[in-house]
């Protein structure tokens, strides 16, 4: 029979075992972690040296562009997330949409469409197609764009309600200049001749359509003295007028 080996010896070897084997995998992480360091410039691709800016730009300074980009760009190439560019030149005002690709090896292209503003938005903002105001103005440059009036929150309704109510005046040769839309809901419209219409709360599309197929022509000739009409009666409408001489000096 064979002579078993003390249980101090025994412990002595098992220490020796694991301390080996944690020195191995010491140096196996080490040995990947140098190859990973090594590697990851290889991995990450060339550095993108090269950024242009395109699109036809009014608002956007493309030095803002830039800057917004080159703090999203990657190390190199692969790594460098266009979505993620994207997002944050779009935070840029008067940004629409960001379009971002790369080219190899080194450039990247950012293609800007500018915001086209619909209509002006409580005085000094600016509201596009989807009904997001997007920036705010001092000056009178879009003055000719109609002015809609209401709680920030109900912006896209207010639009909303503008397209509908324009469609129903634009047969006739009008247009709306502006449409307020106070904190209950109530609607009043001007008109581009400068008639208000005062719609109410309730069925302002159907009071709309009513002041056009019959408030116009029973005015006729009288336009010009008209200062509002109130559609908010079931069965006919009340006509406010302008003082006399009013609409006199307004046609010379």
């Avoid at 190199?76 to 560019?85: E, L, P, Q, S, W």
């Avoid at 840029?92 to 690709?101: E, G, H, L, T």
């Amino acid at each position: 029979m064979s002579e078993r080996k003390p249980e101090s010896e025994v412990r002595f070897w098992r220490r020796r075992i694991v301390v080996l084997g944690a020195a191995a995998s010491l140096v196996l992480a080490l040995a990947l972690g140098l190859a990973l360091w090594f590697a990851a410039p290889l991995l990450a691709g060339p550095a993108l040296t090269r950024l242009t800016v395109e699109g036809r730009l009014q608002h956007v300074d493309p030095a803002a562009v830039r800057v917004a980009a080159v703090a999203t760009v990657g190390s190199g190439f692969f790594n460098t997330r266009v979505d993620a560019v994207s997002a944050a030149v779009k935070q840029i005002p008067w940004v629409a949409q960001a379009d971002v690709r790369r080219e190899w090896p080194h450039t990247l292209h950012v293609e800007i469409v500018e915001e086209a503003p619909v209509a002006r938005w409580n005085g000094d903002g600016l509201m596009d197609a989807q009904g997001r105001v997007f920036a705010r103005l001092s000056s009178g440059t879009y003055a000719a764009l109609p002015l809609l009036t209401g709680r920030d929150q109900d912006s896209q309704d207010v639009l909303a309600e503008y397209d509908t109510l324009s469609n129903l005046v634009t047969p006739r040769g009008l247009a709306i200049a502006e449409l307020d839309v106070d904190a209950r809901g109530a609607a009043t419209v001007k008109l581009n001749d400068g008639i208000e219409v005062r719609l109410g709360r309730e069925d302002a599309a159907a009071r709309l359509a009513r002041f056009s197929a019959i408030a116009l022509p029973a005015l006729g000739a009288r336009l010009g003295t008209v200062a509002y009409v109130d559609m908010r009666y079931t069965n006919g409408f009340a006509v406010g007028w302008k003082p006399a001489g009013d609409h006199m000096k307004q046609g010379a």
